[in-house]
Nanobody, 124 residues
Framework: QVQLVESGGGLVQAGGSLTLSCAAS????????VGWFRQAPGKEREAVGT????????STADSVYDRFTISKDDANDVVYLHMNTLKPEDTAVYYC?????????????????WGQGTQVTVSS
């Protein structure tokens, strides 16, 4: 089992920055990859980006590729989502997810473990 806890959400003005954290615990050695997703009210869950657990290769969605980056602290098993130049349309609950069976990709069905989510609100 893997447990995930997100933190770092909050209220920020448009143009600002936030960094979200996803702390993994449990059988972290078994993780293949981690994905970041977001879900705005009334909208489907959307992939934001992924990171391979060991190789740390990252991918970001086209909608955020020039503003969001993903990194990992290997020593502490924490994955970060660095968000810059935030826009009101980035407002959503952000989730991290992990899989111990599949490589990271942009499909929510890939992941067996999910965090509880953290709210990001961007004011205009």
């Amino acid at each position: 089992q893997v447990q995930l806890v997100e933190s770092g959400g909050g209220l920020v003005q448009a143009g600002g920055s936030l960094t979200l954290s996803c702390a993994a615990s449990g059988r972290t050695f078994s993780i293949f990859g981690v994905g970041w997703f977001r879900q705005a009210p009334g909208k489907e869950r959307e992939a934001v980006g992924t990171i391979d657990w060991v190789g740390r290769q990252t991918s970001t969605a086209d909608s955020v590729y020039d503003r969001f980056t993903i990194s990992k602290d290997d020593a502490n098993d924490v994955v970060y989502l660095h968000m810059n130049t935030l826009k009101p349309e980035d407002t959503a609950v952000y989730y991290c997810a992990a899989s111990d069976r599949n490589p990271a990709d942009f499909s929510a069905r890939t992941y067996e473990y999910w965090g509880q989510g953290t709210q990001v609100t961007v004011s205009s």
